[in-house]
């Protein structure tokens, strides 16, 4: 199964969001490629792992992937003001293609405004937030609304990955 996933990826990333997905899918045959603000640059993780974006934000649209991945940690307060990071979550979702989002990723999911009446799970500070923007909460380790896929932390990293691969096997 030939798939591309994209990963974001920004300063103060979740170690463990990003790289266990990235090589999770790997290990299935799958193109995995990491989007940040900027193409070649290195990111250091909230633990200060680097990882190098192969892409820029800039240089990618919604129809070269067949999924999108939202890691955690305090990257997605970045992303979620960048105008370029919401419009490709909120494209990439409008296509039905799986669009998941782990801990703190689910902010992405506000400010794209595509929570309304979704189930939805995440890191439990942000429950707030989600529930604001109209998402049913549920306190699990993976919610599937449709193409809508969320978790709570890296515990949930193999019920996340399950069930991101069971949409792109579909």
Not at 56 to 79: H, M, Q
Not at 118 to 140: M, P, Q, R, V, W
């Amino acid at each position: 199964m030939s798939k591309k996933i994209a990963i974001l990826v920004e300063f103060n990333y979740e170690d463990l969001e990003v790289w266990y997905p990235l090589l999770r899918f790997r290990e299935e045959g799958m193109i995995t490629c990491t989007v940040g603000p900027e193409q070649g640059k290195d990111y250091l993780s909230k633990k200060g792992y680097p990882c190098k974006a192969d892409r820029s934000i800039d240089s990618v649209k919604a129809e070269e992937f067949d999924a999108l991945i939202i890691p955690g940690g305090f990257a997605p307060d970045y992303w979620r003001r960048d105008k370029r990071f919401v419009d490709l979550v909120t494209e990439m979702y409008q296509s039905g293609k799986p669009t998941a989002a782990i801990c703190h990723g689910p902010w992405m999911f506000c400010s794209a405004k595509i929570l309304a009446g979704k189930k939805a799970t995440c890191f439990y500070s942000i429950k707030d937030d989600l529930t604001n923007a109209g998402a049913i909460y549920e306190d699990k380790e993976v919610v599937v609304d449709g193409n809508m896929i969320t978790s709570r932390t890296p515990q949930d990293l193999p019920q996340f990955c399950k069930a991101i691969l069971a949409q792109l096997k579909q």
